[in-house]
């Protein structure tokens, strides 16, 4: 008789399982993670109430773009990774396709062309594309041992360069440094060399400048100017920026109070409802709340790295630590260009700033992390 005894693994196992552990199975959910992304959620909409003038429309219109981004999630939850791995390619070539037709018959706005109206909803390829590119270059490397060869780091290299062409010709660097970060975050952890990371860098400085010169709008030129030197333009492009700052500053230790912020209300602050909440946050809530806020953000994160290296295969391990750092991205990008530590490129806080598909992209990657975790097959000992 066989002496293998198998077991589930670890963070799985419970005696005596109660009937909400036994629905969350079911559903395959991970109870640490979704209690982090709930919580966050439910900040996101008291800090929006705020910042949107105690608008209730504008808070419903946010409660429902995250039921749906969560029905989202649960649905992709039941997805086993290998039936995603299958269908990295197709989605990748979606993804491209979508992206060269906003190009040609998108739907545009503020001098940007970056939707293709569905009627009722816009839809951001570009969005897809953060999902699209990490599930590509996992399933690319993943086919052969790491760490990869030169050649096979030079073909995911153009499979990460086309979409950020095509992103940033809409244009839209915002998403176009997500989409690039969740793509090299793949080859990060898929084990390159330091050899390798040194030629980044040093190729880096020559690469900037010609973006400087070719690549660059001027009101992109503008912001990176503005970042430099706020107080340049103190009432044209520094404006916004530095009443960023006042209102991050003014809040204190323990704010002015909810509904109390005297920049987003008396409409100092510009986009608060998206891209600059943050600075309503710090004003009403101070560094008390900031702390709390950046709590959820870290438990989250470590939540998704510990299901990173719990993945029982090369292509979920990869993957989901791509879409773990790149959550991390957004978070780092929206605080420090509210802050003034970067420039202002116009990436979203997760889960707080009012937005549509990026929320349901940002939760459907969850979605595929959880998948990733609840599907893992039993292993003998």
């Keep these: 008789m066989s002496t293998n005894r198998f077991y589930p693994p670890s963070g799985l196992r419970e005696s005596n399982p109660t009937k909400v552990d036994g629905l969350l199975a079911g559903l395959h959910l991970d109870l640490p993670l979704l209690t982090g992304l709930i919580l966050l959620s439910l900040f996101g909409l008291l800090v929006l109430f705020s910042a949107s003038g105690e608008s209730v429309e504008h808070v419903k219109r946010a409660l429902l773009r995250l039921a749906l981004a969560f029905a989202m999630m649960v649905v992709v939850a039941q997805i086993p990774p290998a039936v995603v791995r299958r269908w990295s390619p197709r989605l990748f070539a979606i993804s491209l396709l979508l992206l060269v037709a906003v190009l040609v018959a998108g739907h545009g706005a503020k001098g940007a062309q970056r939707w293709i109206s569905?009627?009722?909803?816009?839809?951001?390829?570009?969005?897809?594309?953060?999902?699209?590119?990490?599930?590509?270059?996992?399933?690319?490397?993943?086919?052969?041992?790491?760490?990869?060869?030169?050649?096979?780091?030079?073909?995911?290299?153009?499979?990460?360069?086309?979409?950020?062409?095509?992103?940033?010709?809409?244009?839209?660097?915002?998403t176009a440094l997500l989409v690039a970060s969740s793509g090299l975050f793949v080859l990060f952890l898929a084990g390159l060399s330091w050899r390798f990371l040194a030629g980044m860098a040093i190729t880096a400085v020559p690469s900037g400048w010609v973006l400087w010169e070719w690549g660059m709008h001027d009101y992109q030129r503008g912001r990176v100017l503005t970042f430099l030197d706020p107080e340049r333009d103190p009432l044209g492009s520094g404006y916004h920026i530095i009443q960023s700052k006042i209102a991050i500053g003014s809040g204190g230790l323990y704010g002015k109070g909810w509904l109390n912020g005297t920049q987003s209300h008396l409409e100092f602050l510009p986009e608060r409802t998206t891209d600059f909440i943050f600075a309503v946050l710090s004003e009403e809530f101070g560094l008390t709340g900031v702390i709390l806020l950046l709590s959820l953000y870290?438990?989250?994160?470590?939540?998704?790295?510990?299901?990173?290296?719990?993945?029982?295969?090369?292509?979920?391990?990869?993957?989901?630590?791509?879409?773990?750092?790149?959550f991390f991205v957004y978070l780092f990008v929206n605080t420090g260009m509210v802050s003034g530590l970067l420039p202002v490129v116009g990436v979203p806080l997760p889960l707080v700033s009012y937005g549509g598909t990026a929320t349901v992209t940002i939760l459907t990657g969850f979605g595929i992390l959880m998948s990733i975790h609840t599907h893992r097959k039993l292993l003998p000992t």
Excluded: C, H
Aim: charged share 10%; net charge positive; proline share 8%.
């Design 298 to 326: 870290l438990l989250i994160i470590l939540r998704g790295l510990y299901i990173a290296t719990r993945a029982q295969d090369t292509f979920s391990r990869l993957l989901a630590g791509a879409l773990t750092l790149v």
């Design 118 to 174: 569905l009627g009722f909803f816009n839809f951001q390829p570009a969005d897809l594309a953060k999902l699209a590119v990490p599930m590509m270059i996992a399933w690319f490397l993943a086919e052969k041992p790491l760490p990869p060869t030169w050649q096979r780091l030079t073909i995911a290299g153009a499979m990460i360069f086309i979409p950020i062409l095509l992103i940033a010709l809409q244009p839209d660097l915002g």
